[in-house]
């Protein structure tokens, strides 16, 4: 039986992630630029009797052994939310192609995704606001992945400002093949109220623009990060000196990292050397996704 509905969960990526402040639930408030890359896990749908979940690709085995799943958990609370729009069954079947606990999404992209493709075969139009505090619900950076535009993220990353304009871009994102856990890296955290993101310029239209305002951000979970798993330093320190990187950095709590280049060449040259001098380290190279994809 061919899918009825198909929906991929592109990499997030946070150019910048300034922690703000710690509240008494112990969640931290942030302020984070977030992109996305047009490389994803995919996920495809069947009618089915009832809802299932069958896992392929490189990555699918990390996930294999978790249980409560984001997307299944995704499915559920749509349909706890609007029981009479869902179908009445799905058989979902996701293409795990980025790695597990890298810091760039991934299980939250999967659940936007997921949330995305209920919405598409709702019986009637789902309200937006309504669909972004059902993801709300689901974590931190599933409301962020359900818009997968670039934009900013404040709060705990519920609060969201889409740009209108953002400056054509590629990336090359190496990750070393460990885990790490975001608990593990706030402990570390040595401040916990850092300086706010500086104004970005607007219109925001030029990578030069862009990479002046990167200059004078960090990301704060970087250090603690480095010191869990050093591998990480050694890639920003590579990746920083490829020609025509115009910033090298990890990502959310890691492991993956980024290079970000304004012209296709300099980052599919980069992917090749990290390629080689890391062979067992996964490397993939995108254009971010724009304003109006």
Same mark, same amino acid.
């Given at each position: ?20 402040? !710690? ?5 931290? $408030? ?19 009797? /009832? ?12 996930? !294999? ?50 949330? !995305? ?15 972004? $505090? ?6 931190? $950076? ?5 818009? /997968? !535009? ?10 969201? /400002? ?90 959310? /709590? ?40």
């Amino acid at each position: 039986m061919a899918a009825i509905a198909l929906q991929s969960a592109p990499a997030k990526i946070n150019l910048a992630l300034h922690i703000t402040g !710690r509240r008494e639930n112990g969640y931290h $408030d942030l302020e984070s630029l977030i992109v996305f890359a047009d490389i994803a896990d995919d996920l495809e749908a069947r009618m089915a009797e /009832s809802d299932s979940l069958v896992l392929s690709g490189p990555f699918a085995a990390a996930l !294999r052994s978790e249980t409560g799943n984001l997307v299944l958990r995704a499915v559920s609370a749509f349909r706890a939310r609007w029981p009479l729009l869902a179908p009445p069954g799905l058989a979902i079947h996701l293409v795990k192609n980025l790695p597990v606990a890298a810091g760039i999404g991934g299980g939250s992209a999967d659940a936007a995704a997921a949330l !995305r493709l209920m919405a598409e075969l709702a019986a009637e139009p789902v309200p937006v606001a309504d669909l972004a $505090d059902l993801a709300a619900g689901l974590g931190a $950076d599933v409301p962020a992945c359900l818009l /997968s !535009r670039p934009l900013l993220a404040r709060g705990v990353g519920e609060i969201l /400002s889409p740009l209108p304009q953002f400056p054509k871009l590629y990336v090359t994102l190496v990750n070393p093949g460990i885990a790490v856990a975001t608990a593990d890296v706030f402990r570390r955290l040595r401040a916990h109220d850092n300086y706010s993101l500086p104004t970005l310029p607007e219109p925001l239209t030029r990578p030069a623009q862009l990479g002046l305002f990167l200059t004078e951000t960090r990301n704060d979970l970087e250090p603690p990060a480095i010191k869990l798993v050093p591998e990480i330093g050694v890639l920003i320190e590579e990746m920083a000196a490829s020609p025509g990187c115009m910033l090298a950095r990890m990502s959310g /709590s890691g492991a993956t990292m980024f290079g970000l280049f304004g012209s296709e060449g300099p980052a599919h040259e980069a992917a090749s050397q990290m390629r080689r001098l890391h062979p067992d380290y996964w490397v993939g190279t995108a254009p971010l996704l724009g304003v109006s994809e």
